[in-house]
Structure formats: C-alpha cells, structure tokens
C-alpha cells in the first residue's frame, strides 16, 4: 500500500509565482525525502528531512515535516519552467529498513 | 564520477521472453535497490542488495522475477516470461551504509515494453 500521498495531483502555475506541494503518510518515520523526476527520466534527490527537523531550505526549495499530522510540504519559490517536472516524497530510511516508499507524485507545469 | 549507470535505456520484448536490467552502482556503493515504477504511479520498491546477498526482497512478485549483485560485475534484474503487466521503468539506486541518509542516487531506468 502507499504510504505517501501527494496533492494535488497536478497544479500549473505562473512562472514566477511559488508551488507548494503537499505529501500525507501513516506510520511512523525517521526520514522524509523529496524527489524531482523528469519526463521520461530518473529521480533527482532534492531534499532530506529528519524526524527531529521541522524545517530544511535548500536553495528555493523549504520542506517541513509535521509529525503530528504525519505530512510534509514542498515549496518551491520563484518558479522557473525548468521546475516542471514530478514531484515525490518518500517515507525512509526507517528503523533499520532502509527502502523508500514512494508516494503518487505532483505534476507541476510552470506556464512560461 | 559516473553516477548509476543502467542499461538499456529502453527494451522489447515479446511476451514469452526473457528480461535482463542492469544496473552498475556508483564507484564506491555497495547496496542497490530496485524500483518500479507504472505509467502515472510512483515508485515500488522491488528488492535491497548488497555484494552476493539479497537483504531484502519483500517487493519482488514470487515467480518470474529474480534480482543477483555479484561479486563482480553489475547488479541483474531479470524477468522471465515477461507479460504485458511486466512493462513498467525499472529503476535502480544505490548507496552506501549510513549514506542512505543523505539522500539515493538513481539511474535513469529502463523502459520495458512487453509487446
């Protein structure tokens, strides 16, 4: 079963403008990553989040994690059409089991 | 420094026959893990390897699929009697204990197409 669920599913934005995408899981985790995919290509590692963080920037991205609520989010400031591409997050490395459990993805289209 | 190399890039096969995906790791890594991925889905995990062991398989079907990492030599995913449902990306990773941590690298997949 997934463990993570996007939303939305897709989302089309100005360039310029920020992106925000949300991710849901349902158990319990140490590690939450973002991935960036491509058309037609491999994942890209974006961003890492742990258990204990709450909040993590890297360049124009900022993920937080709320544990409480068991999701994450995904900003991306200043959109450029270079950012379209799929969006996922994954639950893991966790307690040992260091698979990642993928979740369905964002479509994000940034209209030049 | 190569990242993960997977070969081929794209691969028919005719229902009935037999798929071989390769994946060489990063220089340096030591484990690799499998994924697939359905038109539209995420990313499944299939199968966790590291040199001559399988550490984890609990994401292969039980039959037809097999996954080996040698000694020597690429990682091997194969496919026998592949079927339609078989055409999927299959992507590879790979890392290194505690490096894990820090993110995967992945290959660029190989695009089965069963015909």
């Known amino acids: 079963s997934q463990q993570g669920e996007e939303d939305p599913q897709a989302l089309s934005i100005q360039e310029g403008e920020n992106a925000t995408m949300n991710c849901s899981y349902k158990?319990?985790?140490?590690?939450l990553q973002w991935y960036r995919q491509n058309s037609g290509r491999g994942l890209v590692h974006l961003i890492l989040?742990?258990?204990?963080?709450r909040e993590k920037h890297s360049g124009r991205l900022r993920v937080t994690l709320d544990t409480s609520k068991k999701s994450s989010s995904l900003l991306i400031t200043a959109s450029r059409a270079a950012d379209t591409a799929s969006y996922f997050c994954?639950?893991?490395?966790?307690?040992?089991?260091?698979?990642?459990?993928f979740g369905t993805g964002t479509r994000l289209t940034i209209i030049p | 420094n190569a990242g993960v190399m997977q070969n081929p890039r794209h691969l028919v096969r005719r229902r009935g026959q037999e798929a071989r995906l390769r994946c060489s790791p990063m220089?340096?890594?030591?484990?690799v893990y499998w994924y697939r991925q359905l038109p539209e889905e995420g990313l499944k995990f299939m199968v966790y390897l590291q040199k001559e062991n399988i550490i984890d398989e609990s994401g292969m079907p039980k039959e037809r699929f097999s996954a080996e990492f040698p000694k020597e030599g690429p990682s091997i995913l194969r496919i026998q009697q592949v079927v339609r449902g078989d055409s999927a990306a299959y992507f590879c990773?790979?890392?290194?204990?505690?490096?894990?941590?820090?993110?995967?690298?992945f290959g660029s997949g190989t695009r089965l197409t069963v015909v």
């Open positions: 990773a790979s890392s290194n204990r505690g490096q894990a941590n820090y993110g995967y690298t």
């Open positions: 158990t319990s985790i140490n590690n």
């Open positions: 989040i742990r258990s204990n963080e």
């Open positions: 994954a639950t893991g490395p966790n307690f040992g089991n260091e698979k990642l459990t």
């Open positions: 220089k340096g890594h030591s484990h």
